[in-house]
């Protein structure tokens, strides 16, 4: 684990006012991100939909690696049915995908945070969600985070994924 705090963070960002600027696109800093993964991947979503301009692939990709991942899923069963479908299967498919539901009893309470983060050395922090629209449509803002400040985020997802219900894989108990 990476500890360098030296590093400026590293900002990206969607939307055609904001794209071509000098500043470097969200997609563009996920796929890097992904593929610079060696143990794990943490993950917190609020909304994630089948048309999210590739991340699915992404996921895949990083599971096939044998890479650890961890998603938060804010109310799982309030995702598009597609957006189900997939992840159980890719739940089934790799054992190395962990899934949780964020469904707190109180309707007012909502995982609305938008985190990734690798390996606990670097994260992601910004407004996307893993969506099309979040992805290149929406007018969104991502900074890349290392050192000390990653680990610390990779620490909050971990004591929120020990608080959230684990979402089993068809066919396999939880």
């Known amino acids: 684990m990476t500890h360098d705090d030296s ?3 590293e900002i990206a960002v969607t939307g055609n006012r904001w794209m071509g600027k000098g500043t470097g ?3 563009t800093l996920l796929k890097e991100v992904f593929s610079k993964a060696t143990n794990e991947i943490q993950i917190a979503t ?5 048309s999210s301009a590739g991340f699915f692939d992404l996921l895949d990709d990083a599971l096939a ?5 961890t998603m938060i899923i804010n109310r799982f069963l309030s995702q598009p049915e597609s957006v189900q479908e997939r992840l159980l299967e890719l739940a089934e ?8 539901d964020f469904n707190p009893e ?5 995982l609305h945070a938008k985190l990734i983060v690798i390996d606990h050395s670097i994260a992601l922090v910004g407004s996307a969600n893993l969506t099309w629209k979040g992805m290149v449509m929406n007018h969104e803002l991502m900074v890349k985070l290392s050192g000390k400040s990653a680990n ?6 971990d004591r929120l994924a020990k608080s959230c219900t684990p979402i ?3 066919g396999k108990p939880d």
């Open 152 to 157: 610390a985020i990779g620490e909050l997802l």
């Open 93 to 100: 498919k790799y054992s190395n995908l962990v899934l949780r």
């Open 7 to 9: 590093h400026e963070p």
């Open 106 to 110: 109180d309707r007012r309470e909502d």
């Open 65 to 69: 690696r044998r890479t650890r991942v």
């Open 168 to 170: 089993p894989a068809a």
């Open 25 to 27: 696109s969200v997609w």
């Open 46 to 50: 609020y909304s994630i939909t089948e």
